[in-house]
């Protein structure tokens, strides 16, 4: 006899769906999962599935026997998705774990409550990411597979749009350079809501090295910054013997979080002791993103310059939110040669 299997009550799947806005919670889905039907009775037809998180017998995908038959089949084990990613789910239990599917339902009502009461076309797509964090086999011929493996599972082929492959591609040659060039036995890949993580622990390798030689990973890196510059950064730094590289989106950030980063705040000779100060606690860092006051003008510019040139010490300078149309970009060029400025 087979072993009963802890399904969920109408109710809670009613709420599940309810709670994702009716949309597949994997977040390179999110397809509808109701609708109108002409062939059925109820006129409604439902492609919605209330699937286990953790497996509802022995036998089954993720099944944790540390858990009791009411917590398997309680909603906070659920998750709502179509049902073709609801089979997908159980067909790879490596790569799609308990952590992962709690954090797609969390990113999933988030959006849903992001959108809800909103006219479709104030929506767009959510840009949010999900959390989630992966350790890759860095065997060079999966390198490839797996990082476009772990930006799918996070959402960033709708979060980023025409953007994805720019950012799927630059990370890919990171990745590849960590290992074939750096040693790295090793690459860990991690997300939040507004940015991806590259770090491994091989020699250190970063984007002034990149940009000195190669081919692939230097193409990857100038075109990046050249192709998405004012919607994506790209950092390096090197900190406790790891080399981590950011990939953060500016659209969600605004400059808040940005590693590498100085937010110039007020002006005149309090902002360059500030920035100063700033910039010293900056470790691990080969070039530096300056977020300037909308406040700034020509003094504040020489201020900071005078404040920071030695500082920087070879290293180069991104500063952002200086108009292109700003008079401002003709001193920062004299006073810092090495900077490179943003919209």
Same mark, same amino acid.
């Given at each position: 006899?087979? /072993? ?60 944790? =026997? ?29 790569? %799609? ?17 992001? &959108? ?35 930006? /799918? ?12 492959? =720019? ?37 250190? %390798? ?12 230097? =193409? ?10 004012? /919607? ?17 989106? &500016? ?17 005149? +000779?309090?902002?360059?002791? +500030? ?53 401002? =970009?003709?001193?920062?060029?004299? +006073? ?8």
């Amino acid at each position: 006899m087979a /072993t009963p299997r802890d399904g969920f009550s109408v109710a809670d799947q009613e709420q599940l769906a309810k709670s994702a806005g009716n949309k597949c919670s994997a977040p390179f889905c999110r397809a509808p999962t109701s609708g109108p039907s002409s062939s059925r009775a109820s006129g409604v037809s439902n492609v919605g599935v209330a699937a286990h998180i953790s497996g509802a017998r022995p036998g089954a995908a993720r099944y944790n =026997r540390n858990l009791s038959s009411a917590q398997r089949r309680h909603r906070d084990n659920a998750i709502w998705l179509c049902q073709t990613h609801a089979n997908m789910i159980d067909d790879d239990e490596v790569r %799609f774990t308990p952590q992962l599917l709690g954090a797609w339902r969390q990113a999933a009502e988030q959006r849903a409550a992001d &959108e809800l009461g909103r006219p479709v076309l104030q929506q767009g797509e959510s840009r949010m990411l999900v959390p989630h964090r992966t350790v890759m086999d860095p065997t060079v011929g999966s390198i490839g597979h797996r990082v476009d493996e772990f930006l /799918t599972d996070i959402g960033g082929p709708i979060a980023w749009s025409d953007d994805y492959h =720019r950012v799927r591609m630059s990370l890919y040659e990171i990745a590849l350079n960590a290992v074939t060039h750096g040693g790295a036995m090793t690459v860990t890949m991690e997300s939040e809501r507004e940015a991806v993580h590259l770090s491994d622990s091989g020699r250190p %390798f970063g984007k002034a090295r990149l940009l000195e030689g190669g081919r692939g990973g230097n =193409r990857a890196v100038t075109d990046f910054d050249e192709q998405t510059r004012g /919607t994506f950064l790209l950092t390096y730094r090197r900190v406790d013997e790891l080399n981590i590289w950011s990939v953060i989106d &500016e659209v969600l950030t605004e400059g808040a979080d940005v590693p590498c980063r100085v937010v110039i705040q007020g002006t005149g +000779q309090t902002a360059g002791e +500030q920035a100063l100060a700033d910039l010293r606690a900056l470790g691990g860092c080969d070039e530096v993103h300056f977020y300037a006051s909308r406040l700034a003008s020509y003094s504040d510019i020489y201020i900071i310059a005078d404040k920071v040139r030695a500082e920087l010490a070879g290293r180069r300078m991104f500063i952002h939110g200086i108009p292109a149309s700003s008079p401002l =970009r003709t001193v920062i060029a004299e +006073q810092l040669p090495m900077t490179v400025v943003g919209e």
